[in-house]
């Protein structure tokens, strides 16, 4: 879970360079990072749920 995560961090730090350095681009990239971090953590808190016992919790 956590190799899936760490590709996260620097697309959110591109996101938030490309609002600085590179305007024409930086809505694009806001909207695909609010998609992919949406998309692992969804998979990240089901697999977690799976991991430590719960049951009954499906998304």
């Given at each position: 879970m956590a190799?899936?995560?760490?590709?996260?961090?620097?697309?959110i730090?591109?996101?938030a360079h490309s609002m600085d350095q590179i305007p024409e681009e930086?809505?694009?990239?806001a909207s695909h990072s609010k998609a992919?971090?949406?998309d692992v953590a969804s998979y990240i808190a089901k697999?977690?749920?799976?991991?430590?016992g719960g049951?009954?919790?499906?998304?």
């Open positions: 190799a899936d995560l760490e590709p996260c961090y620097s697309l730090w591109y996101s930086s809505n694009l990239m992919h971090v949406s697999t977690s749920t799976e991991v430590h049951r009954g919790f499906y998304r």
